[in-house]
């Protein structure tokens, strides 16, 4: 609904060096079985842990427009393999060494907003820039000032290059509930401090079990205190109702257009601006709002 947070899937990684592992997968595990699953999406590079989670909150059913995500995840080779399947991704990035192509030029970021157009008519967006990515990924980079540091900037990259500079800065503010969701987590639902151990399974679990409380408690709050729990359903009939008004609208406009052309082969100017001005007097008052014509007193 765009305003509770849920978790609906988790991954723990190991490292996918055999020599970094402290333990290996016992070869007596059946192969069939969840716990054997897990050890091997555990082992998985980033990228790929990342589309596995995706890849299985599509299956479960769960559609959303655009994948958040911070600067560790915002790197060429994942953004490629998620705009591959058709998902739009929207994370912040990092002044490091990757390079963004303007034209035939391969620029830095800093280089991309010293050459961008300034915003003047916005106070905390900066400026913007298209660019394309060393992968060919087509993408727009938003530069906005940071909060605590005046002379430091913040880039935030959007694959969906049709979004404002606007949106894309509201879309990306919803990640912060990760953050509130952690902290939530470990000082509140004593993630990490209930069980203690170095069973792979135990993590699981009690990584499960603190992950479900944490559903039921946002599911109690959205039912019991939020006053936003109706708030997508009254939106959409209203978006209904304006759309069936402004269809009568038009057809109002036809019934009284289609009589002049057939009847009148050379329509006279004030007679037609008479006409209009009155069908315009008999629409509702938030319509006339919309029509600047309404006022006009000529």
């Given amino acids: 609904d765009g305003h509770t947070f849920l978790p609906v899937d988790f991954s723990m990684l190991s490292s996918a060096k055999p020599e970094n592992r402290y333990n290996e997968i016992n070869s007596k595990i059946d192969k069939r079985t969840l716990g054997y699953k897990r050890r091997i999406e555990s082992i998985q590079t980033t990228p790929s842990a990342v589309f596995g989670l995706l890849e299985n909150a599509i299956k479960a059913g769960i559609h959303a427009q655009y994948v958040l995500m911070d600067s560790w995840f915002t790197h060429a080779p994942l953004l490629q393999l998620l705009h591959n399947h058709g998902l739009s991704v929207i994370g912040m990035v990092k002044a490091l060494k990757q390079r963004y192509q303007v034209g035939h030029e391969q620029l830095s970021l800093q280089q991309l ?3 961008a157009k300034p915003n003047l008519s916005h106070k905390q967006i900066l400026c913007s820039m298209l660019v394309r990515l060393e992968c060919g990924v087509a993408a727009k980079i938003v530069f906005v000032k940071h909060r605590h540091k005046k002379r430091e900037w913040l880039a935030v990259l959007s694959t969906d290059t049709t979004l404002s500079d606007d949106e894309i800065i509201r879309i990306y503010s919803m990640r912060w509930d990760i953050e509130p969701f952690f902290k939530t ?9 209930e069980f203690q151990g170095r069973s792979y ?3 699981i679990a009690h990584t499960t079990i603190v992950f479900t409380r944490y559903i ?3 599911w109690q709050a959205r039912q019991s205190s939020d006053n936003r729990a109706l708030g997508g359903m009254f939106y959409d009939y209203c978006d209904e109702v304006n759309d069936r008004d402004w269809a009568d609208a038009l057809r109002q406009i036809w019934s009284f257009v289609e009589p002049l052309l057939q009847s009148v082969q050379s329509i006279d100017v004030q007679v037609l601006k008479s006409q209009l001005l009155q069908w315009i007097s008999g629409l509702p008052n938030y319509i006339k709002g919309y029509l600047p014509i309404a006022s006009c007193e000529s």
Avoid: P, T, W
Wanted: hydrophobic content about 35%.
């Fill in 113 to 115: 907003y010293q050459r």
């Fill in 185 to 193: 987590c470990k000082h509140v639902l004593k993630l990490e401090k």
């Fill in 201 to 203: 399974d135990q993590l």
């Fill in 216 to 218: 039921f408690l946002s």
